[in-house]
């Protein structure tokens, strides 16, 4: 079983259009269990799979971002948004994005639909901090950071911090202990191939 870790902005994972996964087996299980603690240790209400590098639809949420709250987890496979009304803005971060904060209008009301771990088709009707919250690891599935959903006066604020990120990156893949854009994405279309459609 392969261990898994959140990558960091600039990270292709971070860019990467998942797709729907085909199977729930024994591995998929386990990673969505150390997605749950990867969020936890990092302090998090959510967490997407491109976050952990993995090319599939599916993310966990614990609104309370409390382990001993077990009764709140949720996990989202194959998502889909299927209605959106209202809308709030609100401060958001992101684990991809560390100490980085800003403001983000979304829908104040979704009704979303998903399959849980055990194949389940289930519908929620969300508002407020799960509303959002289900909004922003959505997002992560088709590539698009909450930056992109700034108002553009307000990037220029942030800009600077994700560029510090990148520098970051780039240094690790300059010293050997992370490998090159082009190997992380065929990594990433080696997974995806394994198991979608
Ligand atoms: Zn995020």
């Known amino acids: 079983m392969s261990e898994l870790s959140i990558v960091n902005h600039p990270h292709p994972a ?25 969020m936890y240790a990092a302090r998090g209400i959510g967490l997407a799979a491109n976050q952990v590098a993995l090319p599939y639809r599916l993310f966990v949420i614990n609104p309370s971002g409390d382990p001993e709250e077990r009764e709140l987890e949720q996990v989202f496979i194959n998502p889909q948004i299927l209605k959106r009304n209202g809308s709030e803005t609100g401060e958001e971060g992101c684990l991809s994005l560390p100490e980085i904060y800003g403001p983000v209008t ?3 009301r979704i009704v979303v639909e998903a399959f849980d771990l055990s194949g389940q088709g289930f519908e ?32 220029p604020e ?22 090159s854009d082009a190997e992380l994405k065929a990594k990433l279309q080696r997974l995806q191939d394994e198991r979608t459609g």
């Open 14 to 38: 971070l860019r990467w259009k998942s797709r729907d996964v085909t199977r729930i087996d024994a591995q998929l299980k386990s990673w969505v269990e150390q997605m749950f603690e990867l």
């Open 106 to 108: 979304r829908a104040e």
């Open 124 to 155: 929620m009707d969300l508002s407020g901090m799960p509303a959002r919250v289900v909004q922003h690891e959505y997002d992560h599935l088709d590539g698009v950071m909450f930056p992109d959903r700034m108002d553009a006066a307000d990037v």
């Open 158 to 179: 942030i800009q600077p911090l994700m560029d510090d990120l990148a520098t970051q990156l780039r240094q690790h893949q300059q010293d050997g202990s992370v490998p």
